[in-house]
């Protein structure tokens, strides 16, 4: 059995840094960013909407919070079904 709030805390951490680490890199290689988004998306052009200004703190922090909040209760739920259904 797996603990669900330890895990659930565990996951959003390190989805939280990989934001911030990605954010960061945002403003110092923005360009950096685009091409790895475009590897990832195969067959999909991205140019028309790669962003043309910089994010303001504001948005930055209502991504960080929700994306934390999400990564959370997704993590959370999951691990107590798998508890529930491992019985």
């Known amino acids: 059995m797996l603990n669900a709030k330890a895990f659930a805390n ?3 951490v390190v989805t939280v840094i990989f934001y911030v680490v990605c954010a960061l890199l ?3 290689a ?4 685009f091409s790895i988004t475009k ?3 195969h067959t999909v052009n991205l140019e028309s909407v ?4 910089n994010l303001d703190l504001g948005s ?5 919070v929700t994306i934390g909040g999400l990564t959370w209760v997704t993590t959370y739920g999951t691990v107590w079904l ?6």
């Open 10 to 12: 565990a996951v959003t």
């Open 26 to 28: 945002s403003f110092v």
């Open 30 to 33: 923005p360009d950096l960013i």
């Open 39 to 41: 590897s990832w998306m």
């Open 50 to 53: 790669k962003a043309t200004f």
């Open 60 to 64: 930055l922090l209502w991504g960080l």
């Open 82 to 87: 798998y508890n529930r259904w491992a019985k």
